[in-house]
């Protein structure tokens, strides 16, 4: 048995709010989107090697991206790279790599974390995480890790819990979808909400004794195909088994039903690098709060973010709160907060042809 975590990297999404940056064939996770030398999903792993060795990791991904996974992360064997058919959420994705982990390890404790978050004042991070842990422990719980709020933000979804009702695991009482900015601010006011990390903690007979209770039916698909786990047989069972599951988040599907759910309160810098104006806020900007990747030329213009790969020379005058985006194939110029749209952007861009998306 392992003292060590099994670290979970959820990498499957296609990052279209990054477009046209992000594309189909290489999503957001698999670009260095901060300028670090490292992609996302290199950071997120690089992050949780002081917590794991390689062989504790696994990484759970569309198909398409296998063999992207492979190339950033050559530690990892062919086994520790999850094969998801189609996309279908977090809850069945979660629940393969639950499974499959505890068919390796009864025992086992999971970290599952999304690929493609900014995580600065990383000691504060891992003191989170070891109380998380601790917390698993108990047969179970579910537990989760929030952020401490520093503003009324609309792009995350929120956990109330119940104010002292634990040390450092307290019961969670609702979990809310994104709100408007007049709730965002009533949240940040009752001072009992803090924002959805999307990063998990339990162990995984906790998890599976959760799903058994209040996602029966994903349950018995995975108690069935258990047997395959590690044979030749296992992609196809997978292929198998998500004709069957329905599109829902681990969110919806077990947090918001299970009474056991905990949540560890997180006070570092943290970010889910959701679109182009979350990026705009945690990179370098110039003395107009712009930030300039590439070749560029501003005049007046402020709180912009001028991107552009192709070397060639950007003018730009009189923009404010815009994002001038120059990849590969595609201009993209619109306000910075229009990530609204970009599904309408990217659908739209892919009736003109697929190489556009």
Avoid at 156 to 161: S, V
Avoid at 260 to 272: H, P, R
Avoid at 314 to 331: A, F
Wanted: net charge neutral.
């Amino acid at each position: 048995m392992h003292n060590k975590p099994y670290i979970v990297i959820m990498a499957g999404g296609i990052g279209s709010r990054f477009w046209p940056y992000s594309r189909r064939k290489r999503p957001k996770q698999f670009l260095d989107i901060l300028g670090t030398g490292r992609t996302l999903l290199q950071m997120t792993y690089d992050r949780f090697r002081q917590l794991a060795s390689p062989e504790q990791f696994f990484v759970i991904t569309y198909r398409k991206y296998v063999d992207l996974v492979k190339e950033q992360l050559p530690e990892l064997r062919d086994y520790q790279i999850l094969s998801e058919p189609n996309r279908k959420n977090t809850a069945p994705c979660i629940a393969y790599a639950g499974y499959k982990i505890h068919s390796i390890d009864p025992n086992a404790t999971m970290i599952i974390t999304p690929s493609d978050h900014l995580i600065q004042q990383e000691n504060k991070f891992f003191k989170s995480i070891k109380k998380a842990l601790a917390a698993a422990n108990e047969p179970g719980r579910l537990v989760t890790l929030g952020i401490k709020p520093n503003r009324p933000e609309t792009g995350y979804g929120y956990i109330q819990y119940v104010e002292g009702s634990g040390k450092d695991a307290l019961k969670v009482k609702t979990f809310t979808e994104k709100p408007n900015i007049k709730l965002a601010k009533a949240f940040i006011d009752s001072g009992d909400f803090v924002w959805n990390s999307g990063i998990f903690i339990w162990k995984c007979a906790s998890l599976i004794q959760a799903m058994e209770k209040h996602m029966p039916d994903l349950a018995e698909v995975f108690q069935e195909g258990e047997e395959h786990f590690g044979s030749e047989r296992e992609a196809d069972f997978i292929t198998k088994a998500y004709l069957q599951f329905k599109n829902i988040s681990v969110d919806y599907g077990l947090m918001e039903k299970s009474s056991d759910v905990y949540v560890i309160l997180g006070d570092f810098l943290w970010s889910d690098l959701g679109s182009w104006q979350s990026l705009h806020e945690v990179r370098e900007q110039d003395e107009d709060e712009n930030v300039i990747e590439g070749n560029v030329m501003l005049y007046g213009t402020k709180k912009s973010y001028i991107k552009s790969d192709s070397g060639k020379l950007i003018v730009v005058e009189g923009l404010e709160n815009y994002l001038v985006s120059d990849t590969d194939n595609v201009l993209l110029i619109c306000p910075l907060d229009g990530e609204k749209r970009f599904r309408q952007f990217v659908s739209n861009a892919r009736k003109k042809g697929e190489d556009y998306v």
